[in-house]
């Protein structure tokens, strides 16, 4: 009965999270085709109809495409679970290895293998149909193909070795596995922040150090006035793949570094990078990012706690398609993984909205921050410039925005700025 309510349950969730979606996706391209001829009375004497249309044309298309992948990966979903898709690979790989240790790393193996196979085309499509079509990929096919496998490479070098250690906890470490392994897991991602910088971008990117030495000064004379200590100012290649740019800081303690792309040092001028990287450093004077740290690792907590709980109940596993017993008396850990992976974003997705709405209020208090630093003009003359550089779309639809958005739209956000101004 509870195997049953369980799968109801989860059929349920999974149609609404469908409706929901289609139809804000729906008003969203709606919104911006009714808005696609004129440019907004506050951007029309700096930013080109053309370039408004290009913006909404591309946003139409996104939205288009993502709905596609939505509908496969639902189905992908259902394929993997209520039709069995999973408990036949299960079956399998359990005949090959036997019990143990190797049987679960296979099968976490096979399923990340099976779905990246399976996200290929329409990663493929993004970037070589969707990106190309709209001026922005830069990236060759060889680059594709040679970040695909090193991206493979890197996942299961770090992946592997972090899987086997929470498999170990889950069967060995009692019924409080799931706090030894939040604070594994903390502790690994405290580990990534550091090595990310030094160790893990430079496999995919060079950086160089920022070479302007006026542009460098001025930046200097920034970090000083905010009390802001970095390892370095870098530029990124980011024009060999995306003609997207953007600015960030990374790192963790001691180890963080400022990265610019160098679509954004061509197409800005010295004042508007110093604002848009006083943006950045606002999110952290302000402890945003101590913030989203903090609040990330609480809900890690509860939702391995959770898991803990759904560890043990063979509803979970049946009511998704699977009978986790392989052997008399024995469970299967990776099944369980699998399974929380997969249907947490069904039953978390209505949630979104809340993480959107702190995402921007600190947006909001980042800009104040810049504002209050360098000229607010300054800022807003840079984000107009990315909005047209990147194609974002300056007429979205509100309640879209409100659920999706992390940043503000353009018009309430450059509102505030120019109040921060006069």
Sequence with gaps: MYSLAFSILFVSFIVLTLIVRFWLASRHIRHVLTHRSAVPAEFAEKIPLAAHQKAADYTVA????????????????????????????????????????????????????????????????????????????????????????????????????????????????????????????????????????TVIAPLFNKFTPLEDQSLKARIEGLMSRVGFASKGLFVMDGS????????????????????????????????????VLAHELGHFKLKHIIKRITMMFAI???????????????????????????????????????????????????????????????????DAFAAKHTDARDLVSALVKMYEDNASTLTPDPLHSAFYDSHPPASVRIRHLHAAAA
Aim: cysteine-free; proline content about 4%; overall charge positive.
């Design 240 to 275: 060999k793949r995306s003609a997207h740019g953007n600015a960030y800081f990374s790192g963790f303690g001691a180890n963080k570094r400022i990265v610019f792309f160098d679509t954004l040092l061509s197409r800005l001028q010295p004042q508007e990078i110093e604002a």
């Design 62 to 197: 996104r939205t288009k495409f993502g709905l596609l992948t939505l509908l496969v990966n639902t189905v992908v979903l259902v394929g993997f679970t209520l039709l069995g898709g999973l408990q036949w690979l299960s079956v399998e790989l359990f005949k090959l290895t036997g019990p143990g240790m190797v049987y679960q790393l296979a099968l976490l193996a096979a399923f990340a293998a099976v779905s990246g196979v399976i996200d290929l085309p329409f990663d493929y499509y993004k970037q070589f149909g969707l990106e190309q079509r709209f001026g922005f990929n830069k990236m060759s096919r060889g680059l594709f193909f040679a970040d695909m496998v090193k991206g493979m490479l890197l996942g299961a070098a770090i992946g592997l070795p972090l899987v086997w250690v929470m498999l170990t906890l889950m069967e060995k470490s009692g019924n409080l596995w799931w706090l030894y392994a939040w604070l594994v897991w903390s502790g690994f991602q405290l580990l990534m922040m550091v090595l990310f910088p």
């Design 300 to 366: 890690s907590l509860a939702f391995l706690a959770l898991l803990g709980y759904l560890k043990n109940q063979l509803w979970f596993y049946t009511g998704l398609g699977v009978d986790p017993l392989l052997l008399p008396g024995q469970g299967n850990d990776a099944m369980v993984l699998l399974l929380f992976m997969l249907v947490l974003p069904v039953f978390t997705f209505l949630f979104g909205p809340l993480t959107s709405i702190s995402s921007r209020k600190h947006e909001f208090e980042a």
